[in-house]
Nanobody, 123 residues
Protein backbone atom coordinates (compact mmCIF):
# COMPACT_ATOMS: atom_id res chain seq x y z
CA UNK A 1 0.00 0.00 0.00
CA UNK A 2 1.13 3.57 -0.66
CA UNK A 3 0.01 6.93 0.72
CA UNK A 4 0.15 9.99 -1.51
CA UNK A 5 0.30 13.69 -0.66
CA UNK A 6 0.22 16.38 -3.34
CA UNK A 7 1.66 19.87 -3.00
CA UNK A 8 2.57 22.82 -5.17
CA UNK A 9 -0.82 24.03 -6.29
CA UNK A 10 -1.83 27.67 -6.19
CA UNK A 11 -2.95 30.69 -8.15
CA UNK A 12 -1.05 31.63 -11.29
CA UNK A 13 -1.65 33.95 -14.21
CA UNK A 14 -2.26 32.61 -17.68
CA UNK A 15 1.03 31.78 -19.37
CA UNK A 16 2.70 30.98 -16.06
CA UNK A 17 4.11 27.77 -14.66
CA UNK A 18 3.70 25.56 -11.61
CA UNK A 19 5.31 22.34 -10.48
CA UNK A 20 3.22 19.87 -8.56
CA UNK A 21 4.81 17.27 -6.33
CA UNK A 22 3.40 14.02 -5.03
CA UNK A 23 5.19 12.54 -2.03
CA UNK A 24 4.68 8.84 -1.52
CA UNK A 25 5.09 6.84 1.65
CA UNK A 26 4.72 3.16 2.17
CA UNK A 27 6.25 0.27 0.40
CA UNK A 28 7.88 -0.03 -2.98
CA UNK A 29 7.07 3.32 -4.57
CA UNK A 30 9.36 2.42 -7.46
CA UNK A 31 7.09 -0.48 -8.37
CA UNK A 32 4.05 1.73 -8.99
CA UNK A 33 2.94 3.30 -12.21
CA UNK A 34 1.98 6.87 -11.40
CA UNK A 35 -0.60 9.19 -12.87
CA UNK A 36 -1.87 12.75 -12.60
CA UNK A 37 -5.56 13.44 -12.99
CA UNK A 38 -7.59 16.61 -12.63
CA UNK A 39 -11.15 17.52 -11.90
CA UNK A 40 -12.64 20.88 -12.75
CA UNK A 41 -15.78 22.12 -11.04
CA UNK A 42 -18.82 20.31 -12.38
CA UNK A 43 -16.79 17.97 -14.55
CA UNK A 44 -15.58 14.41 -14.32
CA UNK A 45 -12.06 13.58 -13.24
CA UNK A 46 -9.84 13.31 -16.31
CA UNK A 47 -6.45 11.91 -17.14
CA UNK A 48 -3.56 14.36 -17.44
CA UNK A 49 -0.32 12.37 -17.57
CA UNK A 50 1.28 9.18 -16.40
CA UNK A 51 4.69 7.60 -16.05
CA UNK A 52 5.73 3.97 -16.07
CA UNK A 53 7.25 2.58 -12.89
CA UNK A 54 10.65 2.44 -14.65
CA UNK A 55 10.47 6.12 -15.54
CA UNK A 56 11.23 5.27 -19.15
CA UNK A 57 7.81 5.92 -20.63
CA UNK A 58 5.25 8.68 -20.29
CA UNK A 59 1.78 9.46 -21.61
CA UNK A 60 -0.08 12.74 -21.87
CA UNK A 61 -3.58 13.91 -22.58
CA UNK A 62 -3.76 15.78 -25.87
CA UNK A 63 -4.82 18.94 -24.04
CA UNK A 64 -1.51 19.16 -22.15
CA UNK A 65 0.93 17.61 -24.59
CA UNK A 66 3.89 19.89 -25.16
CA UNK A 67 3.07 22.02 -22.10
CA UNK A 68 3.22 19.57 -19.20
CA UNK A 69 5.98 17.16 -18.24
CA UNK A 70 5.81 14.30 -15.78
CA UNK A 71 8.79 12.82 -13.97
CA UNK A 72 9.66 10.78 -10.92
CA UNK A 73 12.52 10.40 -8.50
CA UNK A 74 12.35 6.90 -7.05
CA UNK A 75 15.11 7.65 -4.54
CA UNK A 76 13.05 10.48 -3.09
CA UNK A 77 9.72 8.66 -3.45
CA UNK A 78 8.37 11.69 -5.29
CA UNK A 79 6.44 12.19 -8.49
CA UNK A 80 6.24 15.51 -10.31
CA UNK A 81 4.14 17.42 -12.82
CA UNK A 82 5.76 20.44 -14.40
CA UNK A 83 3.07 22.63 -15.92
CA UNK A 84 4.02 25.38 -18.35
CA UNK A 85 2.04 27.85 -20.43
CA UNK A 86 -0.95 27.42 -18.19
CA UNK A 87 -4.34 28.66 -19.32
CA UNK A 88 -7.65 29.10 -17.49
CA UNK A 89 -8.90 25.77 -18.84
CA UNK A 90 -6.22 24.08 -16.69
CA UNK A 91 -7.98 25.25 -13.52
CA UNK A 92 -8.89 22.16 -11.49
CA UNK A 93 -8.05 20.07 -8.48
CA UNK A 94 -5.07 17.93 -9.43
CA UNK A 95 -4.70 14.44 -8.01
CA UNK A 96 -1.82 12.02 -8.11
CA UNK A 97 -2.57 8.33 -8.20
CA UNK A 98 -0.71 5.03 -8.10
CA UNK A 99 -1.33 1.77 -9.86
CA UNK A 100 0.41 -1.46 -8.94
CA UNK A 101 -0.98 -3.26 -11.95
CA UNK A 102 -1.32 -1.75 -15.41
CA UNK A 103 0.21 1.43 -16.82
CA UNK A 104 -2.87 3.20 -18.08
CA UNK A 105 -4.77 6.45 -18.49
CA UNK A 106 -7.94 4.95 -17.02
CA UNK A 107 -8.63 6.28 -13.54
CA UNK A 108 -10.37 3.05 -12.57
CA UNK A 109 -7.01 1.26 -12.76
CA UNK A 110 -5.50 3.43 -10.03
CA UNK A 111 -6.09 2.11 -6.53
CA UNK A 112 -4.36 4.81 -4.50
CA UNK A 113 -5.11 8.53 -4.57
CA UNK A 114 -3.92 11.67 -2.91
CA UNK A 115 -6.22 14.32 -1.47
CA UNK A 116 -5.68 16.73 -4.36
CA UNK A 117 -4.20 20.19 -4.76
CA UNK A 118 -6.00 23.17 -6.27
CA UNK A 119 -4.59 24.88 -9.34
CA UNK A 120 -6.24 28.12 -10.41
CA UNK A 121 -5.19 29.95 -13.56
CA UNK A 122 -6.41 33.51 -13.94
CA UNK A 123 -6.87 35.16 -17.31
Amino acid sequence: QVQLVESGGGLVQAGGSLRLSCAASGRSFSAYNMGWFRQAAGKEREFVASIHWSGRSTRYADSVKGRFAVSRDNKKNTFYLQMNTLNPEDTAVYYCAASSTTWTSDKSDYAYWGQGTQVTVSS
